[in-house]
Antibody, heavy 117, light 110 residues
Framework: EVQLVESGGGLVQPGGSLRLSCAAS????????MTWVRQAPGKGLESVAK????????FYVDSVRGRFTVSRDNAKKSLYLQMNNLRAEDTAVYYC??????????WGQGTLVTVSS | QSGLTQPPSASGSPGQSVTISCTGT?????????VSWYQQHPGKAPKLMIYEVTKRPSGVPDRFSGSKSGNTASLTVSGLQAEDEADYYCSSRGVSDNVMFGGGTKLTVL
């Protein structure tokens, strides 16, 4: 059974940093693109960052480029999202997901990030 | 990186059919057959319902179907049931291999 379990969310002040983690199991982690998708309260879905299977390339939405860094450790079957210089508009549930040919069949349960003073 | 356009709401009575549209451009919806649809119930993670415009993952009822014409994709739910009430999001491959989502449509079963 595919499982994706996020951790690391919480309350952080504007300008602060947070690192999200996602532990994967039940599939060959090292051959799949992985992505972070977020959902602000009461809003829609937004693909934030994506990383290739070997970690050699990353893709970011314009609003987080230069502030967020996606990485992975295939030996640990883990995905990460380092978020720096956080803004109020980054407040959202962040989902870890497996992307396969531009679709996401497997999602984690999400972790809430709240940016507020 | 503008999103895809969906109607904010749709509704239908049990047993009826409802169609939700998703409009993009020739650089996303119209340019690739990588349109997906997701169902999301409150407080839950999204669930993949349709991928590559018309394909259904295992376990998704055949009441759900997808199509595309030009820059607009559509999700049709036939034989509406109470449990179909949820938010529905479309997504598409975009330029630079990104994935873009629609704003979501709240489906109400009357």
């Amino acid at each position: 059974e595919v499982q994706l379990v996020e951790s690391g969310g919480g309350l952080v002040q504007p300008g602060g940093s947070l690192r999200l983690s996602c532990a994967a199991s039940g599939f060959d982690f090292n051959i799949h693109y992985m992505t972070w998708v977020r959902q602000a309260p009461g809003k829609g879905l937004e693909s934030v960052a994506k990383i290739t299977p070997d970690g050699s390339a990353q893709f970011y939405v314009d609003s987080v480029r230069g502030r967020f860094t996606v990485s992975r450790d295939n030996a640990k079957k883990s995905l990460y999202l380092q978020m720096n210089n956080l803004r109020a508009e980054d407040t959202a549930v962040y989902y870890c997901a497996q992307e396969h040919w531009f679709r996401t069949a497997y999602w984690g349960q999400g972790t809430l990030v709240t940016v507020s003073s | 990186q503008s999103g895809l356009t969906q109607p904010p709401s749709a509704s239908g009575s049990p047993g009826q059919s409802v169609t939700i549209s998703c409009t993009g451009t020739s650089s996303d919806v119209g340019g690739y057959n990588y349109v997906s649809w997701y169902q999301q119930h409150p407080g839950k993670a999204p669930k993949l319902m349709i991928y590559e415009v018309t394909k259904r993952p295992s376990g998704v009822p055949d009441r759900f179907s997808g199509s595309k014409s030009g820059n607009t994709a559509s999700l049709t739910v036939s034989g509406l049931q109470a449990e179909d009430e949820a938010d529905y999001y479309c997504s598409s491959r975009g330029v630079s291999d990104n994935v873009m989502f629609g704003g979501g449509t709240k489906l109400t079963v009357l």
